[in-house]
């Protein structure tokens, strides 16, 4: 049962081949058996999975099941589930128990999906390794001794390891991509707006959306298509009606225009990477695409911009966890100083507190000009590069990340290193664009991905182009050896 | 050596929504702590705002109301500082685009004269909790009921150059944002309050001094006293051979002093940014049109229509227009009894206003209604009772004894209008007191007021006062 997709499941489900229940066990036995070597969940939610699994299975005997009623899933750590802890990867919300759900898992119980637990991730989002989890590192299913990416590395692990058959995401650099590239499955962060941010702790909120993991951009559609839609609690969401996106998997791909950034097959891209992602193109091209250059001439900027705007929004959005109302508070605090001091340096690691002084620094009095509103500028300027090359093209495709998955503990002292991993996928957060990663292939045992980007809410094509891919290709259906 | 002092104003007007700028939670005043306060206002992981649009009609009624421009595209900003009643570590506030733009008052001084002072801009802010220090053993407690609460901070431009300029600035504001309906005006609740930026100058001198703000006044009162204080203080300071700094200072209305609260080299940098949660908020010509079309009637209209439609003396309309409640009333009693506008104005601002004072009450609720007091008013205009026998009647009104009409018959306060009755008690009057008579008719004029008071006495003030004058008149000469 754990090796069949969200459709397959959906299916079985609907033809009572097994029930929720027997789903679910199944699958929390596998994560019983397997998380202890991959650390991809930091809290398993058993007894209320199965009694969502069985209450799934009545509303099926009461033929009010939707497709999704009974398939199991995992909620990345970040989004806030009523009643569960969410600790966002930190120490500071070890023991913090949400008091009501994000629209996202309200959206996906609403479906009926039953939620098997919270995974691993970066602390705070912040990261690319997942090695900046409070709760260790998360490891790569393809190989354990590599990163899974992040900073959504429990959510991709997971569906990796067949420990659950899809997961939520969040994606603020490349947080769904890199780790869908890294571990070998798919992920899509959609267009900014498209999916509520209402209970999904902030990073960095103009940068910050929530998407799904699946292995297949069809699971990935169905995902989605509960997920999206306008909240009247996000002020930044928007109201445009969600498409049928499983409707619009099948589409032929003939005449379809793809372009090719030359900026991202330039230095910096692993050679032997790029051997996989040309063969994909080729693929494409089979499959009727056309092929053309194109140029993202300020791509270069974007991490620096990123790098500027993503903490100056995080040392805001994290002035919250101070130790007053909930999360961590330091022992004894000896006056209102020392309470917020200790609090705050018990309660986030390094990477957190290094992204705190960064923003907190570019928005300061006589550097707000040269850090915070030059990366708006630069932001526009990637913006319009964007929107000149989709006036030529249809979607535009390149490697989501310059290397296969790396090492654990090999960038860990280097930052720069570890923030160029999110080189190609940044400038994306950056413009609001959707974008997706797809499976297209290995370096030795690690997975390569494609990615793929749209035009504003132009999901629909990018789920369509990647299925017809995994139609003609196997690369998402390779299983884990281990995880078999 | 001559000095001029600098006053520019900061106030912080609450506006009058039933929910919070950002939540849906309550803003009613006086709940237990932390019981009006959801998820959003406890800052909670997770949680985004949502702008509430009863509050952006309410700036831009009031923008529109001081002829200021009203900005089509205004940004909500961050300002960024740690406090325990603060719970997100930032106020969300406009800052570099405010909804209200340039804009201005026009003050009636005490001397007669006005002065137009201009507003720099008005601004959409939410109120941060409160900290409450006693009856927690050494803590600290926090009260997050306030945290949220829409304000409208309204920035005057340093035109006013005394304390009482301040103060008629500050209570001319206050009657038009309640006259709008955007606030309560209660400032003990803390709905209106003031900061004030005071500085002093050689008259003459182009250069401002250097200002001190002095924080948190919520009274007319404080505003007055405390910048007469601040000025004494910096005008001795600079004679003394000191130098003003600029600071913050809290006035401390026991000791009748301001002192210092922190200084520059402390304040907070507040690392504004835009509010990534909020998108610009665009407001387009639907919508002022709309509020424009809602806007009452202004006080300084209102005013001058009195005087012209009711033939009211300035210092009346002055005072009837005080309040929207106020003039309300007013008309209402003119239009119940038909006219008689100069009576009904002293019978408003007379005696309602006396009993309204002595009990401590609003207009609004006074137990005689404008009906109720034209009744009264008709049975003086037909002469049914005096104007003196009307306070009595009054008296019973307000406590509640039934309808004038009623009154007047129980009572037995009718007004003897029948001359003869009126000729027999005079007869009686002047029998009973030949000396006096004898003494008047000697030329002692004087003395006809107490020949009508002894009239008045007799007939237990029902007598008609005009007949007893002239049949008074009449007979005394005979």
């Known amino acids: 049962m754990h090796d069949k997709t969200i459709a397959q499941l959906s299916a079985g489900l609907a033809a009572g081949e097994f029930s929720s229940e027997e789903l679910t066990r199944a699958l929390l036995e596998r994560i019983e058996q397997f998380n202890p070597s991959l650390n991809a969940f930091i809290t398993v939610t058993d007894e209320a999975a199965l009694s969502q699994a069985r209450a799934a299975d009545q509303r099926r005997r009461q033929g009010q099941a939707e497709p999704l009623t009974g398939v199991p899933i995992a909620q990345k750590d970040i989004f806030c589930t009523d009643g569960v802890r969410t600790s966002c990867g930190s120490r500071m919300l070890d023991r913090f128990i949400a008091p009501y759900n994000a629209t996202v898992v309200d959206k996906l119980n609403a479906a009926g999906m039953v939620m098997l637990g919270k995974t691993n991730m970066d602390e705070f989002a912040m990261g690319s390794s997942n090695e900046t989890s409070f709760y260790g590192p998360v490891r790569n299913p393809w190989d354990l001794d590599a990163v899974p990416g992040g900073s959504s590395g429990g959510s991709a692990a997971a569906v990796a390891a067949r420990l659950a058959p899809g997961a939520t995401g969040t994606d603020t650099g490349g947080s769904i991509r890199q780790p869908a590239a890294l571990c070998g499955i798919t992920g899509i962060k959609p267009t900014y707006g498209r999916v509520s941010r209402w209970g999904m702790i902030a990073y960095a909120s103009s940068l910050d959306q929530g998407g799904p993991f699946a292995r297949t951009a069809e699971d990935c559609a169905l995902l989605l298509g509960a997920m999206a839609g306008f909240d009247p609690r996000d002020s930044t969401s928007v109201n445009q009606p969600v498409p049928d996106y499983v409707a619009a998997l099948d589409q032929p791909l003939t005449g379809v225009k793809i372009g090719l950034p030359k900026e991202y097959f330039g230095d910096g891209l692993d050679g032997s990477v790029a051997h996989v992602v040309e063969a994909a193109i080729t693929e494409y091209q089979a499959l009727g695409a056309q092929i053309v250059e194109v140029s993202l001439p300020n791509s270069r900027l974007a991490i620096p911009a990123y790098y500027v705007i993503a903490p100056a929004e995080c040392s805001s959005n994290l002035a919250r966890f101070d130790g007053v109302r909930y999360g961590h508070r330091c022992d004894q605090p000896k006056d209102l100083l020392d309470l917020y001091t200790r609090s705050r340096a018990e309660g986030f690691g390094a990477e957190v507190t290094r992204r705190i002084l960064v923003g907190t620094f570019a928005l300061s009095a006589g550097y707000y000009d040269a850090y915070y509103l030059k990366a708006q500028q630069i932001r526009r300027l990637i913006s319009e590069d964007f929107q000149r090359v989709f006036a030529q093209v249809d979607v535009i495709a390149g490697p989501t990340s310059p290397t296969v998955a790396f090492n654990l503990g090999e960038k860990v002292d280097d930052p720069i290193t570890m923030y160029l991993s999110d080189i190609y996928t940044i400038a994306v957060n950056l413009a609001g664009l959707p974008g997706l990663s797809l499976p297209v292939g290995f370096v030795g045992q690690r997975p390569v991905g494609l990615q793929l980007i749209g035009n504003y809410f132009a999901e629909e094509r990018l789920l369509n182009a990647a299925h017809r891919y995994q139609q003609a290709t196997d690369w998402h259906r390779r299983t884990p050896t281990a995880f078999a | ?478």
């Open chain 2, 1 to 478: 050596m001559e000095w001029e002092t600098v006053i520019g104003l900061e106030i912080h007007a609450q506006l009058a929504t039933s929910s919070k700028i950002f939540s849906g939670a309550s803003t009613a005043y006086g709940a237990e702590p932390n019981t009006q306060a959801c998820a959003i206002d406890l800052g909670m992981p997770g949680v985004l705002p949502v702008l509430n649009q009863q509050a952006v009609r309410m700036a831009a009624v009031f923008g529109l109301a001081i002829g200021a421009e009203i900005a089509r595209r205004s940004v909500f900003a961050r300002k960024n500082y740690f406090y325990p009643d603060l719970p997100k570590g930032y106020q969300i506030s406009q800052y570099e685009l405010p909804i209200v733009q340039k804009g201005q008052l026009t003050v009636d001084l005490e001397d007669g004269t006005s002065k137009v002072i201009g507003i720099t801009r008005a601004h959409l802010e939410e109120d941060a909790g409160k900290s409450l220090h006693e009856d927690f053993q050494g803590s600290s407690g926090i009260d997050l009921n306030r945290a949220g609460t829409p304000l409208l901070e309204i920035v005057s431009e340093p035109d006013l150059r005394s304390a009482k300029e301040a103060v008629a600035y500050m209570k001319k504001l206050h009657q038009m944002v309640v006259y709008l309906g955007i606030c309560d005006g209660n400032m003990q609740e803390g709905s209106f309050r003031c900061d004030a930026n005071v500085s002093v100058r050689h008259q003459g001198d182009p250069k401002l001094g250097t200002r001190a703000e002095i924080k948190n006044l919520n009274s007319f009162r404080f505003v007055e006293r405390a910048i007469e204080f601040e000025i004494e203080r910096q005008i001795d300071l600079i004679e003394s051979g000191g130098k003003v700094v600029q600071e913050t200072r809290l006035y401390d209305p026991d000791k009748g002093e301001t002192r210092s609260m922190r200084g520059k080299e402390e304040a907070n940098d507040y690392r504004y940014f835009p509010d990534p949660d909020l998108l610009p908020l665009v407001l387009d010509e639907a919508f002022i049109a709309a509020a424009r079309a809602g806007l009452p009637e202004l006080p300084d209209a209102k005013k001058q229509r009195f005087i012209q439609q009711y033939g009211l003396s300035s210092y009346d309309a002055a005072v009837l227009t005080t309040s929207r409640a106020l003039s309300d009333y007013y008309e209402a009693t003119v239009s119940a009894l038909g006219g008689e506008a100069k009576l009904c104005a002293n019978w408003v601002m007379g005696d309602l206003s006396a009993f309204l004072n002595k009990e401590n009450r609003e207009i609004t609720e006074s137990p005689v209604s404008p009906v109720q007091l034209a009744g009264l008013l008709r049975r003086i205009q037909d002469r049914t009772i005096s104007g003196k026998i009307a306070k009595d009647v009054f008296e019973a009104l307000w406590a509640g004894e039934g309808e004038t009409d009623a009154i007047i018959e129980k009572r037995g306060l009718k007004q003897i209008t029948d001359s003869s009755a009126i000729e027999k008690v005079i007869a009686e009057v002047i029998a009973a007191n030949p000396e006096q008579l004898a003494q008047y008719r000697g030329g002692k004029d004087k003395l006809f007021a107490f020949f009508v008071g002894q009239v008045m006495k007799a007939s237990k003030g029902k007598a008609n006062p005009q007949q007893v004058n002239d049949l008074l008149l009449e007979k005394l000469k005979e």
